[in-house]
């Protein structure tokens, strides 16, 4: 066949329906390419690059605790306190700039929901502990943040 | 025929193939019983109770105007989301049910990503719910089926089956193997993109497991050459997925592997990602495995000497 003949007969090597899903193939396969090539992170197109950074020998493993005092010791307050995942939890404490105010605001949101006054949080702070790698010797030391959520307004609560 | 003719006839003997729409209607049954464990157990409840602080709206909730919902509105959207998918589940206005339980699914689920941290392990699913949706998926085994077999049989017509094959019965699976290829592809894409192959110099893979604190990641972790192994087969196994794109007959192995990757995460880092591996079932080709197993059936009562 020469070439426009070719052209011509190529509509009907599908049917209509086969030509129209042919080109949703074709849409879903070009999606899916350039949801890797650019690198998007933006749900439901995602480039799906949970665990992808590097974490070379120097760097340490922080684990990040959230522990809190009503005034008579110190104790671990978790996700389900804040009826949030391990995952979304953990999220907001990693030891990134803006920590302290994270932290503050799961505090304070903490204190708005809890009705009762004796169970609200007095004073909060994050943990950051390094976690040496088998065999690696650190010195890197462990730190706290601050995070005392502010005290509410008398009556506030009555609103 | 020219290099376009022959090009348009691979690509059709790839994609409309006839494959059996039984196959198409179990896998249709496996989903929707899959939805249904997925959303039991109140998982969206979470989105109207956690405090408004913690709402973090994503750019597509953005986009909506979707605001932190109420308890009230997530009941309702829960229950007309288990309404469209056991009529999936039955076959009763399959496509129909299909499209609102992708949507509603889909805006459950956008709700669920505004808490702070954005999930991957549903996509794939809502990709199957859009796959079957355009798919002949309720043609069997569905509440549409009889309905229709009725129709014809009150109009004097001839009780004519469907037929048990489809040149559509094919794609669906197709496309949600290239989804669930593309998901692994492009984790591992991402991995050599962020840190070249010293991603799997066992260092990262180190990290990460201790990081998740998992007293088998911890002690998977004391053992580099381990990690270095496991970081290499996983990118393997990652990058290699889209190969059984056109091998159909690699993918029951790189499925095998997609499981044993998926167990490895559960016992070492405590990340199920459970949906995704889930969504392997629908690939299970149900009619073979029923006819081998019938024959068997026949041949242990037909051999000598079977009481």
Redesign the interface.
Known sequence: LTAPETLATLPRAMTTREWRLSGLFAAFLLLKVAEAGSGIELWPLSNVSMFSQPRPAEIVPLRSRLVGTRGSGWFDLSGSDFRLSRDEFINRLRPTPGLARRCRELVAAFNHQTKLPWMRIRDAMVTIEPIPRPGIATDVPGRSVACTPPSEPAGARDE | ??N??RI??A??GY??RERSLVDLAVARIVLAVGLLYLNSGGRFL?TA??????WVA???ARALGLEQPSLEQIFWLARASRAAVVAVLVGAFTNLSLWIALLLQ?LL??YL?C??????GT?PL?YALLFFA?SPCGRRVSVDSIVRRFATRARGGTDARTPSTS??AG?PFD?LF??LA??????G???L???GL??A?G??L???L??K?RPAGLWL??H?WLCQTLSAAVLALELGFPIAILARRLRPLFLLGGLLFHLGTIGFMSVSFWPVWALYVLFVPWSRAAAILSHRARRAVTAPGAS
């Open positions: 025929v020219g376009g003719g348009v006839a690509w059709r994609w409309f979470r109770r956690v405090a408004p602080e913690h994503i750019p597509l889909g689920e956008t990503n808490l702070g941290k954005v999930t991957h996509i809502l355009i040149r559509d794609w496309l290239v989804e593309a998901f692994y592809f492009q984790a894409y991402a991995k993109a962020a840190a010293h991603w110099d260092y990262t180190q990290y990460y201790i990081e604190g972790a004391e580099l």
